[in-house]
């Protein structure tokens, strides 16, 4: 079953104008994505910074609307949905971001920022919170430290406790093992991976590393510059890239 | 010329670095590799002279023939920048936001080398060109903001270069960086230090650049040099449990150990590295090494060849 369906999607940003009397530059981020992603399925988006990567997962967590083309979210077009209708979707699509740190409140308890979502979507609490961190390998009493208590990679299980707290379809996962450890970086993969199978989410995992993309992605989609360079099964891309761009992130990743 | 015999970092809670003995010769390229809270930061810290206020330095520190533990602020002076110069971790957090980024490269030269501005611009000027830095009159006088993270990266190692140190110690240069730019900032280092010939040490958790980077590796867990040696040698036969289980984490397709009819998962080392104070006193890895014996967790392993491990004879 088709979960998300991306087509055709454009996002252009007005630069600052260079000079008084003349337009400003344009700068298209994403130029015509096309992808679908099946439920329970896992799709890389891989690219190196500034090839439009985030602005895709933005504009499928629906925080940004494209300039042109839709994005279907279990058939809905998030852009054409009014505000509240959005709100009512969002326990069904969550994100997981790079730095951990940042998106949780220093002052605030972690389960108090794990029942975030619910609270947003005036779901019920109780239990929720336990069965999270539970689900993410951490103890349901962890709920009452704070983020400064715990390591790198705990709260990264933290962030992804908070993002299955409402049980989403989908995960869009926005350099979520980028900055740890690779021990750690392991250890979170394999938990997403095992959150997969035993919730059914779909993964949007966005990275620049290709060597984590192959070990987490059925699929992929390289971008270079907001446009799509190649897209197909990881392990084809893998044996033989179609584009120098490809081949140069293998290289770049020390996987050709 | 750096020679280190059983130096020791001691925080009070625990060993930060604990009898770490090694050399660095000039054009030496040495790779500390190893997770989060191993040490490898610290040891870099204390070849600066740089230890924080709470930790005590002990062992011996040779610096181009000085002892330097013990030594006081202003012997460290003299030789910092001039001797051993390091990049920290974080460019945007090295570089001083309201200052052009030619002012702050230009202001070791005028410090310690004594040189007047016109002299020290020059030089600024020399370095970025040195460095791959593509207009560099215009990045002269550019604030840290307007360039990017790979280009911010090439100008703290002009920086550091800036009084033509003897040893440039790096601290996880490529780590905040693409895949293609970290890369090219890798290749920069090891072609400044064959041309100056330069010490370069490199820490990083990043086992494909310290592969590229280095000629030999130590490392690091808990604070000990766990094992060392020939770089490609050490990532293509680890010996040490430690080692062994930072390379199968590496995600790669190829690396994927499925069992029981579910896909594959990636190998991992259990559990993580430990707060200092919570250090096995024996064997640092114990508690999380997968052949472990009776004898590890108690007593310390005794350093056989270029490995510390109960079970070196066995080869582990």
């Not at chain 1, 779909?202 to 360079?229: N, P, Q, R, W």
């Not at chain 2, 040495?30 to 709470?54: F, H, N, Q, R, W």
């Not at chain 2, 009159?137 to 993270?149: M, N, T, V």
């Not at chain 2, 905040?176 to 900032?185: G, I």
Request: aromatic share 4%.
């Amino acid at each position: 079953m088709t979960l998300l369906s991306v087509e055709e999607v454009t996002r252009r940003y007005r630069l600052p104008r260079q000079a008084l009397w003349s337009p400003p530059p344009v700068l298209t981020a994403v130029d015509a994505a096309s992808f679908t992603l099946e439920a329970g399925r896992t799709l890389g988006v891989v690219g190196e910074s500034g090839s439009g990567k985030s602005t895709l997962a933005r504009m499928v967590m629906g925080f940004e609307r494209p300039d042109a083309g839709r994005i279907l979210f279990d058939g809905q077009d998030l852009a054409a949905l009014p505000p509240s209708a959005l709100r009512r979707l969002r326990p069904r699509f969550q994100m997981v971001f790079q730095d951990p740190y940042g998106s949780l409140d220093p002052r605030r308890t972690v389960g108090w920022s794990i029942a975030e979502p619910l609270r947003a979507a005036g779901a019920e609490e109780r239990g929720k919170v336990a069965e999270a961190l539970d689900h993410v390998g951490l103890r349901p009493a962890d709920a009452a430290k704070y983020p400064h208590e715990f390591s790198g990679g705990q709260r990264q299980r933290v962030a992804i406790a908070r993002a299955i707290v409402t049980r989403p379809a989908l995960l869009v996962a926005d350099e979520a093992v980028s900055a740890l450890d690779m021990s750690v970086q392991a250890q979170i993969l394999n938990l997403l991976m095992d959150l997969q199978d035993e919730l059914g989410l779909a993964i949007l995992f966005i990275s620049h590393d290709l060597a984590v993309v192959s070990s987490i992605c059925d699929h992929v989609l390289v971008l270079e510059h907001g446009k799509t360079v190649e897209q197909g099964a990881v392990a084809q891309i893998m044996r033989s890239p179609g584009t120098e761009y490809t081949k140069s992130l293998l290289q770049a990743g020390g996987l050709l | 010329m750096i020679e280190a015999a059983a130096l020791t970092v001691d925080m009070g809670a625990g060993q930060a670095v604990r009898e770490a003995s090694f050399v660095i010769a000039p054009g030496d390229r040495i790779g500390i590799v190893g997770e989060s809270g191993c040490g490898k930061t610290m040891l870099g810290l204390a070849l600066m002279g740089m230890v924080p206020d709470a930790g005590h330095v002990s062992g011996s520190l040779m610096i181009d023939g000085i002892q330097m533990v013990g030594a006081g602020e202003v012997t460290w002076q003299r030789l910092r920048a001039r001797r051993v110069a390091m990049i920290f971790q974080e460019p945007m957090a090295a570089l001083n936001p309201i200052k052009r980024v030619g002012e702050t490269v230009m202001e070791p030269m005028m410090v310690h080398l004594g040189l007047g501005r016109d002299a020290a611009r020059a030089r600024a000027l020399e370095l970025f060109r040195e460095v791959g830095i593509p207009d560099p009159e215009a990045r002269l006088r550019q604030f840290p903001h307007e360039i990017s993270g790979g280009q911010r990266q090439r100008v703290l190692i002009a920086l550091a270069l800036a009084c033509d140190p003897g040893v440039l110690i790096a601290d996880e240069p490529t780590t905040a960086l693409d895949a293609n730019v970290a890369l090219r900032v890798t290749q920069l280092l090891v072609g400044l230090a064959a041309r100056r010939t330069m010490g370069l040490v490199f820490i990083s958790h990043d086992l494909a650049a310290v592969a590229r980077a280095t000629e030999r590796v130590m490392v690091m867990y808990g604070g000990d040099i766990v094992e060392r040696g020939a770089t490609d040698e050490v990532l293509a036969q680890p010996r040490h449990p430690y080692t062994r289980g930072l390379l199968s984490a590496r995600p790669s397709s190829g690396n994927m150990r499925a069992t029981g009819g579910r896909r594959g998962r990636l190998p991992t080392i259990p559990g993580s590295v430990p707060p200092l104070a919570e250090l096995a006193p024996g064997c640092r890895f114990a508690g999380r090494c997968p052949v472990e014996l009776k004898v590890c967790n108690g007593a310390r392993p005794p350093r056989q060849g270029n490995m510390i491990c109960h079970r070196a004879e066995e080869g582990a």
